[in-house]
């Protein structure tokens, strides 16, 4: 079965810092690769995702990933976050044969300070 | 264009009541999902429409949850009876097609079952 980890429930970084947020799969098959945002009081945002070709992905909001198939990793980063970046950043998986559905790691709220 | 839209976006019962909650997708996409986050855990699937018809609903906990969509436009999930483990926040999820396409989230209801 597929699943998703992602270590650090909480991320706190000062505003301007550049940040990762980590996230590792597991899975037996090729697999698609989403990263999720949640504003406070809204729905799951895409940032980006991974379906095939160039490992780095670039997303919304200055925030990019880079899929990396031998450690069965796709990190998010960001060069120099902003408050607003405040946020809950959700890993998801799907796969072939998977139907379309999503499993999703449990999270990473990040918190960015002045 | 408009995203997709869910009602309530709370909604407070004692155990054993009956509730419904709805989901409106974006208009054009078949594919429907419905997830669920308990608190402090992952968001689960729950279960997948591709028009009116039922694609995946592996996900779904018990048969105290019965999903619908008729017509192939909204879908309602009702829980009966509710028990407190039902509380956490559901949301709806649509795509126009198969699995590489983008699931775009809803806010979200939170529900809580006292």
């Known amino acids: 079965a597929q699943s998703v980890t992602q270590l650090d429930s909480q991320v706190p970084v000062f505003e301007e810092a550049p940040v990762e947020l980590r996230c590792n799969y597991s899975?037996?098959?090729?697999?698609?690769l989403f990263w999720y945002v949640q504003y406070p009081n809204q729905g799951l945002q895409l940032l980006l995702k991974?379906?095939?070709?160039?490992?780095l992905v670039k997303g919304i909001n200055g925030f990019e990933a880079e899929f990396n198939k031998s450690q069965t990793s796709f990190h998010l980063r960001k060069p120099s976050v902003h408050i607003s970046d405040t946020a809950e950043y959700f890993c998801?998986?799907?796969?072939?044969?998977?139907?379309?559905?999503?499993?999703f790691g449990t999270g990473t709220q990040l918190k960015v300070e002045l | 264009e408009a995203g997709v839209t869910q009602f309530p976006s709370h909604s407070v019962i004692e155990k054993g009541q009956t509730v419904t909650l709805r989901c409106d997708p974006i208009?054009?996409?078949?594919?429907l999902y419905w997830y669920r986050r308990v608190m402090g855990k992952e968001i689960k699937f729950l279960l997948h429409?591709?028009?009116?018809?039922?694609?995946?609903e592996s996900g779904m906990p018990n048969n105290r949850f019965l999903a619908e969509r008729t017509g192939g436009t909204y879908s309602t999930l009702k829980v009966q009876p509710a028990e407190l483990e039902d509380s956490g926040v559901y949301f709806c999820?649509?795509?126009?097609?198969?699995?590489?396409?983008?699931?775009?989230f809803g806010p979200g209801t939170r529900l809580l079952v006292l």
């Open positions: 429409f591709v028009k009116e018809s039922k694609q995946d």
């Open positions: 208009s054009g996409h078949d594919n």
């Open positions: 991974y379906l095939s070709g160039s490992t």
């Open positions: 999820a649509s795509s126009s097609r198969g699995l590489e396409e983008t699931q775009y």
């Open positions: 998801a998986v799907s796969w072939q044969g998977g139907g379309n559905k999503l499993t």
């Open positions: 899975s037996s098959v090729s697999v698609y």
